[in-house]
């Protein structure tokens, strides 16, 4: 069984960068997509993008694309979430998550979720 932690939130200005980890214990980690979602108060969660598990394809949903990149690091059992010009929209809760994932536009298959990391941007 995998297990995630989610790590490098905080309070950044708009325009800013952050990049998020997430760290995973667990032998099949790297065979899991990894998928990135988040969720800001009074809303429902939304999906952010995801990456297969040779980190080879990502997605991402248009709101993020161009300014969010996914990668991982299976030697490291690491996802990446790098997040550049940041803007208060994007202030949320931010988990990942695993699952064995055949198409990473799907937001369901994912059974495995990490505690969440919370990014926070002022204007």
């Known amino acids: 069984q995998v297990q995630l932690v989610e790590s490098g939130g905080g309070l950044v200005q708009a325009g800013d960068s952050l990049r998020l980890s997430c760290a995973a214990s667990?032998?099949?980690?790297?065979?899991?997509?990894l998928g990135w979602f988040r969720q800001a108060p009074g809303k429902e969660r939304e999906f952010v993008g995801a990456?297969?598990?040779?980190?080879?394809?990502?997605y991402y949903t248009d709101s993020v694309k161009g300014r969010f990149t996914i990668s991982r690091d299976n030697a490291k059992n690491t996802v990446y979430l790098q997040m550049n010009s940041l803007q208060p929209e994007d202030s949320a809760v931010y988990y990942c998550?695993?699952?064995?994932?055949?198409?990473?536009?799907?937001?369901?298959?994912?059974?495995?979720w990490g505690q969440g990391t919370q990014v926070t941007v002022s204007s």
């Open positions: 667990g032998r099949t980690f790297s065979f899991y997509a």
């Open positions: 990456i297969n598990w040779r980190g080879t394809k990502t």
């Open positions: 998550a695993a699952g064995q994932v055949v198409r990473l536009e799907s937001s369901t298959g994912y059974d495995v």
